[in-house]
Structure formats: C-alpha cells, structure tokens
C-alpha cells in the first residue's frame, strides 16, 4: 500500500493485495489523510449489496479536526479507480455537505464482479489504484433555528381543584390559593400550581401560576390544557371565564389575565357569583406533554 499522504490536487491510493482485505471492507477500509482545499480527507472503501447484487463503493470522508466549528463544507468532488489496461479513469463525481455528524460520503463505483474482471482492468495481480480530487470546498453559513421535541402521554387525565374565597369584600391586596397539584408524568418533574386573584376597581384579575419547578432537563417545559371558571353557587352551575393552553417553564412559570369578570357582574345577586361575601374559582388543568427545545444549526444538508 503506498502513497497514503499526499499534498497534491489529486490523491492516489494503491493498494496492494486486494483479496486479503476484502472481507473486512463491508465495514470500510480507509486510507490515511491527505489535505486538499486546506483541508484533511482519506477515502473509505466499502462494499455494499443492492438487489441482491454486491457494489464496490468508495468515499470521501472529512477530518472534523480540521474544519472551524460551526462551519459547514459545500464540497464538489470526484472518486476514480484506475484502469490499467486501457489507461483511464473511471470517474464518478459527488457534491455533498460536509459538517460534525455529516463528515462521510461514499458513492456506488460499480459492482464487485465488474471490478474484479481482469478484462475491464481495474483489479491486476490483486492490484487496484483508486483516486480522488476535491475540486471546491466552500464554507457555507448556517442559520441557527430552534428544534422542539415533545413527548405526550398515553392518557391525558384533567385536574379540577376549588378555590373558596371567603370575604371578598376586604380584599385590599393580590391573593393565592393553596398550592395544588396537577399531574406528574413518568420522567422526573413534577408540576404544581397556585392560583392569584387580585381585585382592581371594575374587574378582578387572575393568574394561573407555577409554584415549583421540578422539570428536567432545564430546556423544557409542561404543555397544559387549562380551564378557569367561577361558579353559579345559587344554580350550581359554572361561568367560563377563560381557557387555553399554555407551556410553563423556569423562564415563563404564569400566565396572567386582566378584566377577567367585571366586579358588577360578579357582585350581582341573580348571578349567584357572590353568596355571603364567598366566591369560587374552579380550575381545570390537562397535562399534554413535556416538551424539550435546543438550538439547532441548519444547513442544506438538514432532514427537514
């Protein structure tokens, strides 16, 4: 085997004694580096089935040492086995991006069998000589973008709880309910929560709160379903007030509304709101899912 580093614009490679390494290629044989476009390569070379039929292929792989973070290669390139008899290349040409986690790419160079007829030249005496060039290696900018996994348990199961406010009429500062507790997933978090009501002079004000944070890992959150309402004490009957869906996390652990029920409507008798200066707020929260967000880099290379 020689010629295993080199500096000029086309690498060679030459192996000598083919057969003793073909059974360990399916796995990928490689050469040693070369730098080329100011960059370090070597080839891989493998053996791959497709349709029952055996190819020889042969790639280009980047040394990621050698490649600034975060930086990604738009890479034109061509992979060639040499034919002896005739005294040409058979090339194959690739384009592909190179980056950490995309650093190899091989293309299908023919099959095995056609290889190794000595009519066609390119195995002699167990001898083959392979090459590659790297016509263009340009850095290519990557956006950075944001990705989200979220993870939703097989039962959704609602939490209610009842928050009795007793004499209204003196509240003079933001309340909270106790704390209640509003599901717990399989993953290690739990979610707990508190109600606040704060009364202004024409509406009350609400806040659906998390009281600890308990999820791991940092960068996530708890998606929740969320009802509020305010019961009929005279009718039993409740007056929706507000729902949605909201994601509490260590950085957004509330969500807050303002002009949640005018005092009037909640002071009027026929409402049945406001008994012997008590008012209920009945909270229904749905966990649906714990959620993990990261900073991703995006380039063309990306699956989406």
Same mark, same amino acid.
């Given at each position: 085997?020689?010629?295993?580093?080199?500096?000029?614009?086309?690498?060679?490679?030459?192996?000598?004694?083919?057969?003793?390494?073909?059974?360990?290629?399916?796995?990928?044989?490689?050469?040693?580096? *070369?730098?080329?476009?100011?960059?370090?390569?070597?080839?891989?070379?493998?053996?791959?089935?497709?349709?029952?039929?055996?190819?020889?292929?042969?790639?280009?792989?980047?040394?990621?040492?050698?490649?600034?973070?975060?930086?990604?290669?738009?890479?034109?390139?061509?992979?060639?086995?040499?034919?002896?008899?005739?005294?040409?290349?058979?090339?194959?040409?690739?384009?592909?991006?190179?980056?950490?986690?995309?650093?190899?790419?091989?293309?299908?160079?023919?099959?095995?069998?056609?290889?190794?007829?000595?009519?066609?030249?390119?195995?002699?005496?167990?001898?083959?000589?392979?090459?590659?060039?790297?016509?263009?290696?340009?850095?290519?900018?990557?956006?950075?973008?944001?990705?989200?996994?979220? *993870?939703?348990?097989?039962?959704?199961?609602?939490?209610?709880?009842?928050?009795?406010?007793?004499?209204?009429?003196?509240?003079?500062?933001?309340?909270?309910?106790?704390?209640?507790?509003?599901?717990?997933?399989?993953?290690?978090?739990?979610?707990?929560?508190?109600?606040?009501?704060?009364?202004?002079?024409?509406?009350?004000?609400?806040?659906?709160?998390?009281?600890?944070?308990?999820?791991?890992?940092?960068?996530?959150?708890?998606?929740?379903? *969320?009802?509020?309402?305010?019961?009929?004490?005279?009718?039993?009957?409740?007056?929706?007030?507000?729902?949605?869906?909201?994601?509490?996390?260590?950085?957004?652990?509330?969500?807050?509304?303002?002009?949640?029920?005018?005092?009037?409507?909640?002071?009027?008798?026929?409402?049945?709101?406001?008994?012997?200066?008590?008012?209920?707020?009945?909270?229904?929260?749905?966990?649906?899912?714990?959620?993990?967000?990261?900073?991703?880099?995006?380039?063309?290379?990306?699956?989406?």
């Amino acid at each position: 085997m020689g010629n295993v580093f080199a500096r000029k614009k086309i690498f060679k490679w030459s192996i000598r004694g083919f057969s003793s390494i073909e059974n360990n290629i399916k796995s990928g044989y490689y050469s040693g580096y *070369f730098e080329a476009k100011g960059y370090r390569w070597r080839l891989k070379l493998v053996v791959s089935s497709e349709d029952k039929t055996s190819y020889l292929r042969l790639g280009l792989c980047l040394d990621v040492s050698s490649l600034p973070p975060p930086v990604t290669l738009k890479v034109d390139y061509k992979l060639g086995i040499y034919d002896e008899l005739h005294g040409n290349h058979k090339w194959e040409k690739g384009k592909n991006y190179f980056a950490p986690g995309y650093t190899c790419w091989s293309l299908s160079m023919m099959p095995i069998k056609t290889f190794k007829s000595r009519a066609n030249g390119f195995l002699i005496n167990d001898d083959c000589f392979l090459s590659a060039e790297v016509t263009n290696a340009s850095p290519v900018v990557r956006h950075i973008g944001a990705s989200e996994c979220s *993870f939703v348990p097989k039962q959704m199961i609602s939490y209610s709880n009842r928050w009795t406010i007793r004499n209204f009429s003196t509240i003079q500062k933001p309340i909270s309910s106790e704390v209640f507790e509003a599901g717990r997933l399989k993953c290690p978090c739990g979610m707990f929560r508190h109600l606040a009501l704060e009364k202004t002079v024409d509406f009350i004000v609400l806040c659906l709160k998390l009281d600890q944070y308990t999820i791991k890992p940092p960068n996530s959150a708890e998606n929740v379903k *969320f009802a509020l309402h305010v019961m009929d004490q005279v009718e039993g009957n409740h007056k929706n007030l507000l729902s949605g869906q909201h994601a509490f996390s260590s950085k957004i652990n509330s969500v807050g509304w303002q002009k949640v029920l005018h005092l009037e409507d909640l002071q009027n008798p026929s409402n049945g709101f406001l008994v012997n200066d008590t008012c209920i707020i009945v909270a229904s929260v749905t966990v649906l899912g714990l959620s993990t967000y990261h900073d991703v880099l995006l380039s063309h290379y990306d699956p989406f």
